[in-house]
C-alpha cells in the first residue's frame, strides 16, 4: 500500500463525509443523506437560502447542535498523528463541515466547503465563531447588518481557498482520497489533478468511488480501520 514514506515528502489528503460516518454523522448518498424528506441538494443552495432561510438555517442549526454529540474516531486520530509527526509537507482538505478534524488534533487542515461552527456575513464577508443555533437575521457583529448565514459553501458557490489547494495538488507526491463518493466538483477532480503532476494517488473507501478508476491504488472497507492502517 502506498504509505506515508520518504518517497512522498509532500501528501495532500482530501477526506469526505465517510471519514465521519463511523462517529454517527450521516453521510450524504448513504441511506441517512436525505434530511426532514429534502435533498441535501436543495437544501444547500443559495436559492434554497433565499427561498426559504428558516429552512436552510434550521438544517446547520441541527447538524451543529448535532457536533456535541459525536465524537473523532481512529481515522481522524490517525490523521492528526500523522500530522503531528510527519516532516515532510501535508495538508488535510476536507469537504466536511464537522469539527471532527480539529477536535482528534489536526492542524494543517482546511475546510473547502466552510464549517458549521462559524456564520458568515452575507454583506460584509466577515466571520465570527458560532456554537449555537444562527436565526436568519443575526447581526454582523462587524458591520451591524443583519446577515449572518451559515459558513457553509453551497452549490453554485466557489469552495474556498481553492488557490491553496491547487497549489497543494501540483506540489504534492502522494494524493489520499478518504471517505468521499467523488460525485461533486471540482473535489472530486482532484484526483487527476494530482495525476497530471505526477503524484501516486490512494483511494481508502468503503466501496469504489466514482472515481475510482482514476486511482493507481484503492483499498475498500473501513476509514477507522484502514486509515489507522495507512498512518502506521
Ligand atoms: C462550484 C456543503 C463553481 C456543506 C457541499 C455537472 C458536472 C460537474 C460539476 C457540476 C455539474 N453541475 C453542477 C456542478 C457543480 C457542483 C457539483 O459538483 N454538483 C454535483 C452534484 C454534480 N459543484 C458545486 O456547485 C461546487 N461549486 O462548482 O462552483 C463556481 C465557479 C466560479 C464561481 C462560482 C462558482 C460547490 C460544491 C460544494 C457543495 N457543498 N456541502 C454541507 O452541507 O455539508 S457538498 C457535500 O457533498 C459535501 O460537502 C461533499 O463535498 C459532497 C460529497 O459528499 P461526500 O463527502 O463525498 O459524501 P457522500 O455521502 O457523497 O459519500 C460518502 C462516501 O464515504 C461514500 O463513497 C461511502 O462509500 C463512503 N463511506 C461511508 N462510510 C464509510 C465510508 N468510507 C470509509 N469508511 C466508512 N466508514
Do not use: K
Given at each position: 500500500m502506498t504509505v506515508p514514506s520518504p518517497d512522498y515528502?509532500?501528501?495532500?489528503?482530501?477526506?469526505?463525509?465517510?471519514?465521519?460516518?463511523?462517529?454517527?454523522?450521516?453521510?450524504?448518498?448513504?441511506?441517512?443523506?436525505?434530511?426532514?424528506?429534502?435533498?441535501?441538494?436543495?437544501?444547500?443552495?443559495?436559492?434554497?437560502?433565499?427561498?426559504?432561510?428558516?429552512?436552510?438555517?434550521?438544517?446547520?442549526?441541527?447538524?451543529?447542535a448535532a457536533l456535541s454529540?459525536?465524537?473523532?474516531?481512529?481515522?481522524?486520530?490517525?490523521?492528526?498523528?500523522?500530522?503531528?509527526?510527519?516532516?515532510?509537507?501535508?495538508?488535510?482538505?476536507?469537504?466536511?463541515?464537522?469539527?471532527?478534524?480539529?477536535?482528534?488534533?489536526?492542524?494543517r487542515l482546511l475546510h473547502m466547503h466552510g464549517e458549521l461552527k462559524s456564520a458568515l456575513c452575507a454583506a460584509c464577508g466577515a466571520r465570527a465563531e458560532w456554537a449555537d443555533a444562527l436565526p436568519p437575521g443575526s447581526v454582523c457583529g462587524a458591520c451591524g447588518a443583519p446577515a449572518l448565514r451559515p459558513d457553509i459553501v453551497?452549490?453554485?458557490?466557489?469552495?474556498?481557498?481553492?488557490?491553496?489547494?491547487?497549489?497543494?495538488?501540483?506540489?504534492?507526491?502522494?494524493?489520499?482520497?478518504?471517505?468521499?463518493?467523488?460525485?461533486?466538483?471540482?473535489a472530486a477532480g482532484f484526483v487527476q489533478t494530482a495525476r497530471h503532476w505526477g503524484a501516486a494517488t490512494l483511494e481508502i473507501n468503503l466501496e469504489p468511488s466514482q472515481g475510482s478508476f482514476l486511482f493507481e491504488e484503492s483499498r475498500m472497507g473501513p476509514a477507522s480501520v484502514l486509515v489507522p492502517e495507512w498512518v502506521a
Open positions: 515528502p509532500n501528501i495532500l489528503v482530501l477526506t469526505g463525509a465517510g471519514i465521519s460516518a463511523e462517529s454517527g454523522i450521516a453521510t450524504f448518498r448513504g441511506p441517512g443523506g436525505l434530511w426532514e424528506g429534502h435533498r441535501v441538494e436543495d437544501v444547500c443552495t443559495p436559492e434554497a437560502l433565499a427561498r426559504d432561510p428558516a429552512l436552510v438555517h434550521r438544517f446547520y442549526d441541527l447538524r451543529r454529540t459525536v465524537e473523532p474516531n481512529a481515522a481522524h486520530r490517525a490523521l492528526a498523528r500523522l500530522d503531528a509527526e510527519w516532516p515532510g509537507e501535508l495538508l488535510i482538505v476536507t469537504q466536511n463541515v464537522d469539527d471532527l478534524h480539529e477536535r482528534a488534533g489536526a492542524t453551497f452549490f453554485g458557490e466557489m469552495p474556498y481557498d481553492m488557490d491553496r489547494i491547487e497549489a497543494a495538488l501540483s506540489s504534492c507526491d502522494l494524493f489520499v482520497s478518504i471517505g468521499t463518493s467523488g460525485a461533486v466538483y471540482p
